[in-house]
């Protein structure tokens, strides 16, 4: 369940820009990625551990998958 820090518009939006901090980097554009994610930061200075727990469970769902698939 969300919390209302959550639910705030500033978390919202910080969230966003690091999800598109993480594209960025997939696409190789570390400085883009960098700038994003301190944007990101100065909204919300949460936003990175929460992107790291959500990255951890992302993760931990992968391995369970390719767990399944190598029986």
């Known amino acids: 369940m969300a919390t209302r820090h959550e639910d705030s518009p500033e978390h919202k939006k910080a969230h966003d820009l690091a999800e598109q901090a ?8 570390a400085r883009k990625a960098r700038d ?6 100065s ?11 959500e990255a951890a469970e992302e993760q931990r769902q992968a391995d369970k998958y390719v767990k399944k698939t190598d029986k």
């Open 36 to 41: 994003l994610i301190e944007e990101a930061k």
């Open 22 to 29: 993480l594209d960025k980097a997939a696409d190789g554009d």
């Open 43 to 53: 909204i919300d200075p949460k936003i990175g551990e929460e992107m790291s727990r």
